[in-house]
């Protein structure tokens, strides 16, 4: 999150991707991956990747102008509301803790967890033309909420490796080609795809195809992800769709968030574990889950926090839950 404690900073790294942005230099900038799930990678990007993936999400959204920076600008998305602001002739607008009273720009980008946490207060963010949503996989009921308030509120799937979101609200932006491998893995092609990973030499895409770690399906040009692969969990023989499980639990009333992973467990080969901020106990949690889902998908164990722990992109931190359970 952008914090007022940390505005020199921010305002650092805007006049560095200013200065490579109108460079000739072709070296390519280098956008470090989140780490969630392992050591960050430091991916290449073009000057040529980056500049159509601006132009594929302009030509998407039907507009230009100036955009909030509201997400830290070190990983590719902070990149893309710099480079997409200057590239329409403006510097990004940087937003402090979230507090969009005095901000005048056109466009904004957050990550699921800053939605959720303004939509009580949507009044000051019905002025943006578009507010881009990505970063990880944001609840639907969250969407509504905010469809609701008025807000133009698109659902974005990317990451690093393909210059962040090109995927906006199922559908590929121009140019960009999904596939599905045989394992379900999603597939991306297209002009917006990095070079390789810095240091690791013949790490770009495999015959201009990139595989990510998520799985999914694409049916009649719109894609659905269903998780990384590694959310899918193997328990007692029975394969679960985790992400399925914590959207579940996000319904319920007394439930303000929760994540599912699995844990290595003697029994069951893994054990789901939903991690939960809010006042429910596990017979609940079950029951819940097992109204819409099958019960053999219900966690048999919940860890009760008070706050969910963020990596600094605002993305859950995956191995701190692990260390918990």
């Given at each position: 999150m952008v914090n007022a404690s940390e505005r020199d900073g921010v305002v650092e790294r805007i006049q560095?991707?200013?200065?490579?942005?109108e460079s000739d230099d072709p070296a390519p900038w280098i956008a470090e991956t989140s780490g969630s799930t392992g050591r960050p990678k430091q991916v290449q990007l073009s000057r040529d990747a980056v500049r159509a993936a601006v132009a594929a999400s302009a030509q998407r959204i039907g507009a230009t102008g100036?955009?909030?920076l509201a997400v830290p600008p070190e990983f590719v998305g902070g990149f893309n509301v710099i480079v997409r602001s200057l590239a329409a002739g403006h510097v990004p607008v940087?937003?402090?803790?979230?507090?969009?009273?005095?901000?005048?720009?056109?466009f904004l980008s957050l990550v699921p967890t800053q939605l959720h946490r303004v939509l009580d207060a949507p009044d000051d963010l019905r002025r943006f033309h578009t507010i881009l949503v990505g970063g990880g996989?944001?609840?639907?009921?969250?969407?509504?909420?905010?469809?609701?308030?008025?807000?133009?509120v698109v659902a974005t799937y990317g990451m690093a490796e393909t210059c962040g979101g090109v995927v906006y609200d199922g559908r590929p932006l121009e140019g960009v080609r999904i596939g599905i491998g045989d394992d379900a893995r999603i597939r991306i092609s297209g002009p917006t795809l990095f070079d390789g990973y810095a240091g690791i030499p013949g790490s770009g895409p495999d015959e201009g195809w990139f595989t990510t770690a998520d799985a999914g399906s694409f049916t009649d040009g719109v894609l659905a992800v269903f998780g990384r692969v590694d959310d899918m969990v193997i328990t007692g023989g029975v394969k679960v769709a985790t992400?399925?499980?914590?959207?579940?639990?996000?319904?319920?009333?007394?439930v303000r968030t929760a994540e599912v992973l699995g844990v290595p467990d003697p029994e069951w080969g893994q054990r789901v574990v939903a991690f939960v901020v809010g006042e429910v106990d596990l017979d609940d949690a079950r029951d819940w889950v097992g109204e819409t889902l099958p019960r053999s998908w219900a966690?048999?164990?919940?860890?009760?926090?008070?706050?969910?722990?963020?990596?600094?992109?605002?993305?859950?931190?995956?191995q701190a839950l692990l260390e918990l359970a």
């Open positions: 560095a991707v200013r200065a490579w942005w100036r955009w909030a940087v937003v402090e803790d979230l507090d969009f009273s005095r901000v005048d720009a056109d996989p944001s609840d639907a009921a969250v969407r509504t909420r905010a469809k609701e308030a008025g807000l133009n992400p399925a499980v914590a959207a579940r639990l996000r319904q319920h009333q007394w966690p048999r164990q919940i860890v009760p926090l008070t706050r969910m722990p963020l990596l600094d992109n605002g993305k859950v931190d995956r």
